[in-house]
T-cell receptor
Framework: DTEVTQTPKHLVMGMTNKKSLKCEQH?????MYWYKQKAKKPPELMFV???????INESVPSRFSPECPNSSLLNLHLHALQPEDSALYLC??????????????FGAGTRLSVL | AQTVTQSQPEMSVQEAETVTLSCTYD???????LFWYKQPPSRQMILVIR??????QNATENRFSVNFQKAAKSFSLKISDSQLGDAAMYFC??????????FGAGTRLTVKP
């Protein structure tokens, strides 16, 4: 099983709303990632969690707040977003360390629209 | 910072023919990983093939193979016996040992019946 599940699939929110994106994997991977992908562009790395600790933050605005409650779950909390934040948000996970493949497995994404 | 360049925004291939997608990258690291992912209209990113930089042997996965030239920092993807289902956006990606992954701009592949 190489499945990464993201919910919701679609989300529409106003600029004053607070919402959360959820990502779940049960492959025993200890690294999880958030990416942002604008239309016709490649994914851009936002955050990396390694063993439930934030290891990389690519200078993402504070209106995006990641959380890794346990090794299987990754959340992205959204608050006071701007219309330019509308994009596809992708989650991925990978097996790191000795014997790890370092292959990132991606979820199907959440299509976010900010009005 | 590492950069990944895909110089072919679009490519087209006849069904059953062979096509090669180009990718170059820039890095000062000696050890890293390279990947090709495909993203069909369904938007799911799907791994096509992986190459470890310390391995000289080119990776192959069924109809997909790479030409990895470490000194030239080149990592091209060859698709043999192209099928209609191969039509997608293809992204070349560089992953450092620290975990950050950078994608190229992508090549949109069209397969003609």
């Amino acid at each position: 099983d190489t499945e990464v599940t993201q919910t919701p699939k679609h989300l529409v929110m106003g600029m004053t709303n607070k919402k959360s994106l959820k990502c779940e994997q049960h492959m025993g991977h200890r690294a999880m990632y958030w990416y942002k992908q604008k239309a016709k562009k490649p994914p851009e790395l936002m955050f990396v969690y390694s063993y439930e600790k934030l290891s990389i933050n690519e200078s993402v605005p504070s209106r995006f707040s990641p959380e890794c409650p346990n090794s299987s779950l990754l959340n992205l909390h959204l608050h006071a977003l701007q219309p330019e934040d509308s994009a596809l948000y992708l989650c991925a996970s990978s097996q790191e360390g000795a014997g790890g493949s370092y292959i990132q497995y991606f979820g199907a994404g959440t299509r976010l629209s900010v009005l | 910072a590492q950069t990944v360049t895909q110089s072919q925004p679009e490519m087209s291939v006849q069904e059953a023919e062979t096509v090669t997608l180009s990718c170059t990258y820039d890095t000062s690291e000696s050890d890293y990983y390279l990947f090709w992912y495909k993203q069909p209209p369904s938007r799911q990113m799907i791994l096509v093939i992986r190459q470890e930089a310390y391995k000289q042997q080119n990776a192959t996965e069924n109809r997909f193979s790479v030409n990895f030239q470490k000194a030239a920092k080149s990592f091209s993807l060859k698709i043999s016996d192209s099928q209609l289902g191969d039509a997608a956006m293809y992204f070349c990606a560089y992953r450092s040992l620290l975990g950050d992954m950078r994608f190229g701009a992508g090549t949109r592949l069209t397969v003609k019946p």
